[in-house]
Nanobody, 115 residues
Framework: QVQLVESGGGLAQPGGSLRLSCTAS????????MAWYRQAPGKQRELVAA???????NYSNSVKGRFTISRDNDKNTVNLQMNNLQPEDTAVYYC?????????WGQGTQVTVSA
């Protein structure tokens, strides 16, 4: 069982930055692939970035070069640093992982980019 709790969303201006954090419960964190997804109104949920247990990262083309995913295994935390935010980044952002056959989601945190 894994519980994911996100924090750090909010309002940013175009070109601004926000940092999202996700804290996971349980002792398996350092073995898990952790990911951030987002869902904009009227759109499907999409993968933003992921990080493996070894620290390898993967990004969607739309955020590559602007967002950075990182993890702290001592704190059971995965972060998403978002720079040069654009209005199209507006969405609810979800922390995600899987353990065995079970997929876990956080409650989501709203990110709004607007002037």
């Amino acid at each position: 069982q894994v519980q994911l709790v996100e924090s750090g969303g909010g309002l940013a201006q175009p070109g601004g930055s926000l940092r999202l954090s996700c804290t996971a419960s349980g002792s398996a964190f350092r073995t898990l692939v952790m990911a951030w997804y987002r869902q904009a109104p009227g759109k499907q949920r999409e993968l933003v970035a992921a990080v493996t247990s070894d620290g390898y990262t993967n990004y969607s083309n739309s955020v590559k070069g602007r967002f950075t995913i990182s993890r702290d295994n001592d704190k059971n935390t995965v972060n998403l640093q978002m720079n040069n935010l654009q209005p199209e980044d507006t969405a609810v952002y979800y922390c995600n992982t899987a353990l065995g056959r079970t997929i876990y989601w956080g409650q989501g945190t709203q990110v709004t980019v607007s002037a």
